[in-house]
């Protein structure tokens, strides 16, 4: 693979130590943890998604000129493989007798079902013979306690956004790219910190073109915040914060109306389910009241209903991960609606000639094709060909499906 | 143009007060006011297909003979948007002056029910601005949705549903210059399936005439049958075995297939609730949610969220709640 085909996030990732941005304090410390090793034999770097955790520890390899050894989450760690591989690692020296710096990338992914994975990770700490990094999202979970008191710990942080948009514009003078300043300040600030996926974005908006990715970074967003809405209207205790939940969306309340209906049949059952369909139903009636008498106090009824209500609906609340469905019915109905539009032509014509509403011919629909596949009605109507062969394409149907061809003379 | 309609509804509308079938005292009273030539505003309520178009239609004919059309406006409250435009249509057909002897034109203003109160309002206005050049004459399912103030500017006239007598001797007419072949037990079964509606069973007959001219009552059950939103009785079924997302899909394909409105498919819901394999005092339960939400839709309400809310009643319904 030619360096242009890999993604920017590997082209770019940081050789040497002082190429780190961001992170000065953080490597400090490391630099101590090796000089005075092996006081601590395993050192833990804990941080949030892309500040430079795995970075930090090749770029390191690199200049204390060390060979890498690393496991990721890819990898099974269960006891049985971790005394299989990691083991002989910690104590055996290199292929070129050089130093070594054992990596276990990613421990948050170390699962229950990696049986025992843990405590032999702790057990290869007290026997190795070279130093360890572990990398983690979050070093807090009780699960790492015993872990955390084996190792010296370093925070890494968020970077901030100018570090990020400064990182950006290095990358695209690298690859002579130019890109609107406004863009890439929507990815650094979007990024929250996390280089890897402003790389990542970086990366979209140069193939697809800034901004159709500007459009879709905002799609994404409105869908990231509407999860999170029903999430917490779904499943979180039912109480005062919830009422104001949807005081801090931008979005319109009707789209979010439609998200709701859409998706609690994906959380709710039997009674549950029921008593949200009432609280929606209700909700809706008040919508419904606002707009007729534009009466606009309702609203805090009907947003009242459709959160606290929604949410009140069941006290046994579940943990699962739900993928919500984007509302499809709107959609349905257009496209429905395209289809109907030779229907609709042809019954405004009927309904010109018969003294009636278009709402009332309506209630023919079943009976119209019958009628109107007759040569001189469609004469009298002035119905084109294409609505003809609608009539009388339906009116086969008809008779098909009801078995009116029975009732036929020869 | 409709003279020669070949649409029978249009074909065998009447054409005179004494062609009209059942509403004697009304055709009455209208022969009267229409004698005079000087009608007042008026009211006409009662069910669909009771005759009110038609009668409306006789009155501007024997008013203006041939010049009817020029004379005439026929609006539908439920196809115009807004009062804005009825109001606009109002004052740029008054403002021209009468044809023929006949000092004021008629503006007939079909379904005024389907108005809003504002509207409804606006539409008092409207009246006594234009009384000097127009006659209107309103007509509605139920006089209970029209303003006072409207019903008090105006002459009711309440329109029963017609009688078998009165639906049989238009059938007989249609029959004979149709030449078809009718008996009565097939017309004692379009009138059943009819519910006083004139049209419904006129439109039914040439439905069933486009098949064979011999109209059996075993054609016309069979049209009526297929002609019910029948999926219906799945989309429950499906609800009561707890399956809510193949009720809802369900729902929603029945309804858009055929643009089947809210309200006519909660009908068919009420009706089959009886039919259905559960306990009687759940029916009765289901039949007042049934009403509950035939209300909110009535009242503006999404029909769509609505439905919903009453199919998940009938899932809680299939697990004996």
Redesign the interface.
């Known amino acids: 693979m030619t360096n242009k085909q890999l993604p920017l996030i590997e082209k770019y990732r940081v050789k040497r130590l002082e190429d780190i941005k961001g992170q000065d304090l953080a490597i400090q410390d490391i630099k101590t943890f090796f000089k005075a090793f092996p006081r601590k034999k395993a050192l833990i770097l804990n941080g949030p998604a892309g500040t430079g955790k795995t970075s930090v520890t090749i770029a390191l390899a690199k200049e204390l000129n060390l060979e890498l050894f690393e496991l990721n989450a890819s990898d099974l760690r269960n006891r049985a493989k971790l005394e299989e591989i990691l083991k002989p690692a910690t104590l055996q020296s290199s292929l070129f007798n050089k130093g070594k710096i054992i990596l276990m990338d990613e421990a948050d992914g170390i699962t229950a079902s990696d049986r025992g994975g843990l405590p032999e990770l702790i057990a290869v700490i007290e026997k190795t013979h070279f130093p360890i990094i572990i990398t983690a999202n979050d070093i807090w979970q009780q699960k790492f306690s015993l872990l955390r008191q084996k190792c010296q710990l370093v925070n890494l942080k968020e970077l901030k956004d100018s570090t990020i948009l400064e990182i950006l514009k290095s990358v695209l003078q690298k690859e002579n790219k130019t890109i609107k300043l406004e863009t890439i300040q929507t990815i650094a600030k979007k990024s929250r910190g996390d280089v890897r996926s402003a790389l990542n974005d970086l990366e979209a908006a140069l193939s697809v073109g800034e901004d159709e990715f500007i459009s879709e970074l905002y799609e994404r967003e409105k869908e990231e915040s509407i999860f999170n809405l029903l999430k917490v209207v779904f499943q979180a205790p039912t109480d005062k914060k919830i009422i104001d939940i949807y005081n801090s969306t931008e979005m319109q309340i009707d789209e979010i109306?439609l998200w709701v209906?859409e998706n609690i049949?994906k959380e709710y059952?039997?009674?549950a389910?029921?008593k949200?369909?009432?609280s929606?139903?209700k909700a809706?009636?008040f919508?419904?009241?606002i707009?007729?008498q534009q009466y606009w106090r309702f609203l805090v009824y009907q947003n009242f209903l459709l959160s606290a209500g929604i949410s009140s609906a069941t006290k046994l609340k579940s943990n699962k991960f739900t993928q919500y469905l984007r509302p499809s019915?709107i959609l349905?109905?257009w496209m429905?609606n395209q289809k109907?539009a030779k229907?609709k032509s042809i019954i405004e014509k009927?309904?010109q000639?018969?003294?009636?509403?278009?709402?009332?011919a309506?209630?023919?629909?079943?009976?119209l094709p019958?009628?109107l596949?007759?040569t001189?009605?469609q004469k009298?109507l002035d119905i084109d060909e294409k609505e003809q062969e609608y009539i009388q394409e339906k009116?086969g149907a008809?008779?098909v499906?009801?078995?009116?061809n029975r009732?036929?003379?020869n | 143009?409709?003279e020669n309609?070949?649409?029978?509804?249009?074909k065998y509308r009447p054409k005179k007060f004494e062609e009209v079938v059942g509403q004697e005292d009304i055709i009455k009273k209208v022969i009267n006011l229409t004698k005079s030539l000087n009608i007042p505003h008026m009211l006409f309520a009662g069910p669909?297909g009771t005759g009110k178009?038609t009668l409306a239609?006789i009155v501007v004919k024997e008013l203006y003979g041939i010049h009817w059309k020029e004379n005439y406006l026929?609006l539908?409250?439920?196809?115009e948007r807004g009062i804005d435009i009825v109001r606009q249509k109002v004052k740029d057909f008054a403002r021209t002056k009468p044809l023929g002897n006949t000092p004021f034109k008629v503006i007939f203003l079909?379904?005024a029910d389907?108005l809003?109160r504002e509207a409804q309002q606006a539409l008092r206005r409207t009246m006594e601005n234009f009384t000097s050049t127009c006659r209107f004459i309103l007509s509605c399912n139920y006089s209970s949705k029209i303003l006072d103030p409207i019903q008090s500017r105006c002459v009711v006239f309440r329109f029963k549903m017609l009688e078998k007598k009165d639906i049989e001797k238009r059938i007989k007419i249609i029959a004979e210059r149709e030449n078809l072949q009718i008996d009565p037990k097939t017309i004692e079964a379009l009138y059943e399936d009819s519910e006083g509606d004139c049209r419904r069973v006129i439109?039914?007959l040439?439905?069933a005439a486009?098949?064979?001219?011999?109209i059996?009552e075993?054609?016309i059950n069979?049209?009526i049958s297929?002609?019910k939103p029948g999926d219906i009785k799945i989309v429950l079924e499906y609800a009561l075995s707890?399956d809510?997302?193949k009720a809802?899909e369900k729902l929603?394909e029945v309804m858009?297939?055929?643009?089947?409105?809210g309200t006519?498919i909660i009908k068919s819901i009420q009706k089959e609730i009886w039919n259905l394999q559960i306990d009687n005092e759940l029916k009765v339960k289901l039949t007042e949610k049934t009403g509950e939400?035939e209300f909110?839709m009535v009242?503006?309400?999404?029909e769509?969220?609505?439905l919903?809310?009453l199919?998940?009643?009938f899932?809680?319904a299939g697990?004996g709640?």
């Open positions: 109306m209906e049949p059952s039997g009674k389910l029921y949200a369909f009432e929606l139903s809706d009636v919508k419904g009241r707009y007729r019915r349905k109905i429905s109907n229907k009927y309904s000639q018969t003294h009636m509403s278009k709402k009332k309506q209630k023919y629909n079943f009976f019958l009628i596949n007759n001189n009605i009298q009116a008809i008779i499906s009801a078995g009116l009732f036929r003379e | 143009m409709e309609s070949n649409i029978w509804t249009e669909a178009s239609l026929e539908n409250a439920s196809d079909d379904e389907a809003t439109n039914l040439q439905a486009s098949i064979s001219p011999t059996s075993e054609l069979t049209l297929a002609a707890g809510f997302l809802k929603l858009l297939k055929e643009s089947v409105a006519d939400i909110r009242e503006g309400s999404d769509f969220i609505q919903q809310a199919l998940a009643s899932v809680m697990r709640m």
